[in-house]
């Protein structure tokens, strides 16, 4: 098969291209749809592809609680009223940030938005009940708290609280029925230690070996025997006198037979 040679006039043209180099075509201008479709190419490689298994970003709310957590209250107030219109619980959290901090007036007045936006929000009115609680003001957390379970009658919490503010109005079987009733509810009641979430449950007690007499009796009624003998030892730490009453009471009666018990009645703690 025959091909075409190139004339001698095309292979002077070639020359002179070559000679004076290919930077003419650089010069050259790009096409339009050259231009575009390199864009479009650059734009595919660089793309991020969104990853269905990456979790959604976190809320204000959500991050507000990560600062909670770690007891950066400021932070979490400022986040969580990052909110243009915050929800009650967002509202009944910020007052237990404040709470936290010892800014009660501030708590109360949140406590308070979170309960109007939503009257029966039996965390908050619990909380409105701790300030009062916190001012001395007995009488009327014992109103609040009865208020909150109202609407939340099934809370070992305020069950708890309740307890407290009649233990702190010297009613010492009402307390002691509060006590029980919120043990029934939830065994560890008085054992949790968190210091996140929506509702606040009263520790600040002024007689405090008192109360560890009445925590041990109950649990003494409820047959956990080593958490009573804890508190029989702590309420001896803080000082109560009457110790006959670990001796005499009904209540006592199966741990009066075990070693432990016999040696805590000899034993003379140092009270703290």
């Known amino acids: 098969m025959l091909t075409e040679r190139p004339s001698a006039s095309l292979k002077g043209l070639a020359g ?7 930077i ?51 932070e979490a107030i400022e986040t969580y009223l990052l909110d243009k219109k ?7 959290k910020v007052g237990i940030a404040y709470h936290q901090t010892g800014d009660l007036r501030t708590a109360e007045r949140y406590y308070q938005k979170a309960i109007k936006a939503k009257p029966d929000y039996a965390e908050a009115i619990n909380n409105l009940g701790t300030i009062q609680y916190a001012k001395k003001s007995y009488r009327r957390a014992v109103s609040t708290y009865k208020k909150a379970l109202k609407y ?14 009649w233990f702190a109005r010297k009613k010492y079987q009402q307390a002691m029925e509060c006590y029980e009733r919120a043990m029934a509810i939830d065994p560890d009641v008085f054992e949790h230690r968190s210091t996140t979430g929506v509702l606040l449950q009263e520790r600040s007690v002024a007689e405090r070996a008192k109360f ?11 047959g956990r025997q080593d958490l009573a003998l804890l ?30 018990f016999e040696l805590l009645m000899k034993l003379e703690p140092r009270v703290l």
Do not use: C
């Open 86 to 92: 915050p929800s009650p619980v967002v509202l009944n």
């Open 16 to 22: 002179g291209l070559i000679r004076s180099g290919l």
């Open 231 to 260: 508190y029989i030892r702590k309420s001896l730490e803080e000082g109560f006198k009457d110790r006959a009453k670990y001796m005499e009471e009904a209540e006592f009666a199966q741990l009066r037979t075990l070693p432990e």
């Open 24 to 74: 003419a075509l650089a010069l050259l201008p790009v096409p339009a749809w050259s231009q575009q479709q390199n864009l479009t190419a650059g734009v595919r490689e660089n793309a991020v592809v969104a990853n269905p298994d990456r979790p959604a970003p976190l809320s204000n709310e959500a991050r507000a609680d990560i600062y909670m957590a770690r007891k950066m209250y400021r």
């Open 152 to 165: 939340s009658p099934n809370s070992a919490s305020i069950h708890s609280n309740l307890g407290t503010a």
């Open 212 to 222: 560890h007499y009445y925590l041990a009796k109950a649990y003494a009624k409820q």
